[in-house]
Structure formats: structure tokens, C-alpha cells
């Protein structure tokens, strides 16, 4: 439930931003006579994620054995994929996102007989990004965990972002989001590595990875997966208490570099950091 409550505060807050920085930039601009028009564009994309999921989500259940196990390993990489992209790539427009809103707007309103149409078209493909990664992950969460709790914490992380993006557009409160995606940043790329690990592990029950399946360690008479922690961080990381050497290898050979690279300045802070000569 944990995982799918953050990860889906943190997309819906990087939507709730978009939306709040979109219509306030309209506001202050004296167009604010275009914010419902941004309201379709919004409303479009949520259905087409919806749809998208719901979709998937329905089909997929009708797979034989080998084919289901083999679409849940799919899932999960495209899912470590659009993850790794995520953070990455809000820690490199974090900085000027709100200017590339604004010239995005501005650019859709420029000239021309179609201004509606170019404003939804411009928030729809600004909130569907964040919604269809979210889809993804969400559908290799579910597969992983089972049951009501999971779609109940991805419904309260959404509906706690839009609150938060109501508050933040009308000046109730104000959040430290560097801090703030800094460290789920950090904690999405431990899920990511727990999800990389799982589809290995997809891969193997698929028939289609047979190499290094000894077990690497069993801990389960340490922290077994029966028990309240061991749950608790198969849930959130993909702890498995006996996993195979491939499925070790796989997460540290994902997450080493994926820590590293983040940790590691950006090259336009090390650039500005260096003295000139």
C-alpha cells in the first residue's frame, strides 16, 4: 500500500505542479479566461490513463501461466524503465520547468484560429507523461501485491497530491519540493531495483532465463516473508528471502549506477561550481 501511496503522491503532485503553474501563469498573464480550456486537456488525459489501465489490467488476466508471468516481466522492466527516466529527468528540469510551462503556453497562444485546441493538446501531453508512467508501475505493483490495499493507497497518494496542488495554487501552504523529490527519488530507485529484480525472476518462471538460479542466501529463518517486517519490505522493495544469484546480481547491477549517477552533481552545477581561471 506504501509504495503505490508514494509514488502516486509524488506523479500526482508533479502533475498537481504543471496544472498550478499552467493556470497561474494564465492568471497573472490575463488570460484566465483559458483556464477551463486547460481543465479539458487535464480531464483528457486522466481518461486516457484510466481507460489505458483499467484496459490492460482487464485483458491481461486472460494470459495462460507462462504468458502471464512473461507480460509481468515485461511490465516490470518498462516499469524500472519509466522510473529511472522520472527521476532523472525531474532532477535535470526541476530548475527551470516553470519557464519551459510558460513558453509552452505562450507558444500555444500565440497566433492562429485554434488557440483552445493548441492549449489542451499542450496540458494533455504535459499531464498524460506523468500519468501513463504512473500506469505502468501501478500495473507492476498490483501484479506483485495482491489485493484491495495497494489500488487504496495509489487512490489516497492521488487524492492527497491534488490537495496539495489546490493548496499550493492558492497559497495555503508552501513544501519544500526540492527535499521532497530529492529523497523519493532516492526511495524510487530502491523500488526500481526491487522491481528489476522481479522481472528476472518473471523471466525464469517464463522459461526464458535459466542461468544463475542457485540461491544466493536464505535468510528465512532471519526475516522470513511471513513475518510482519519481512512482508512489509517484500511489499515496498521486492525482498524475497531466498533469491536466486541472478536476482542479486540484477538489483545491485541496476541500483549501484542509479545511486551513483543521482548522487552525483549535475553537470551544470559542476560547471558552475568550478572557480574560474
Not at 59 to 66: C, W
Not at 100 to 105: D, G
Not at 202 to 210: C, D, K, S, T
Amino acid at each position: 500500500m506504501f509504495v503505490p501511496f508514494l509514488i502516486m503522491l509524488r506523479e500526482g503532485l508533479e502533475a498537481a505542479l504543471i496544472v498550478s503553474l499552467i493556470a497561474s501563469y494564465l492568471k497573472r498573464t490575463q488570460r484566465g479566461r483559458w483556464i477551463g480550456v486547460m481543465w479539458v486537456g487535464v480531464v483528457l488525459a486522466a481518461a486516457l490513463c484510466l481507460g489505458l489501465g483499467i484496459f490492460i489490467n482487464e485483458t491481461t488476466g486472460e494470459f495462460p501461466q507462462k504468458e502471464q508471468e512473461l507480460f509481468e516481466g515485461l511490465v516490470a522492466v518498462v516499469a524500472v524503465i519509466i522510473l529511472t527516466w522520472m527521476v532523472f529527468w525531474m532532477r535535470k528540469v526541476s530548475r527551470n520547468v516553470k519557464q519551459q510551462l510558460e513558453q509552452a503556453v505562450d507558444k500555444a497562444l500565440h497566433n492562429g484560429n485554434h488557440h483552445g485546441w493548441a492549449l489542451i493538446l499542450m496540458v494533455f501531453f504535459a499531464v498524460a507523461r506523468e500519468g501513463l508512467e504512473s500506469v505502468f508501475f501501478l500495473l507492476a505493483a498490483f501484479q506483485q501485491d495482491l489485493g484491495i490495499w495497494p489500488p487504496l493507497g495509489a487512490v489516497l497518494g492521488l487524492t492527497t497530491a491534488v490537495v496539495l496542488g489546490f493548496l499550493l495554487y492558492w497559497g495555503g501552504i508552501r513544501l519544500n519540493l526540492g527535499a521532497f523529490f530529492k529523497w523519493t527519488s532516492v526511495f524510487i530507485l530502491l523500488v526500481a531495483a526491487g522491481l528489476a529484480a522481479g522481472a528476472i525472476r518473471a523471466f525464469h518462471e517464463a522459461g526464458l532465463w535459466n542461468q544463475f538460479q542457485d540461491v544466493a542466501f536464505d535468510l528465512s529463518n532471519v526475516l522470513s516473508t511471513h513475518s510482519l517486517f519481512g512482508t512489509l519490505l517484500e511489499g515496498v522493495f521486492g525482498y524475497q528471502e531466498a533469491p536466486s544469484v541472478s536476482e542479486v546480481a540484477v538489483y545491485f547491477i541496476y541500483l549501484i549506477p542509479a545511486l551513483a549517477l543521482f548522487i552525483w552533481p549535475p553537470r551544470a552545477a559542476v560547471a558552475s561550481s568550478t572557480p574560474a581561471p
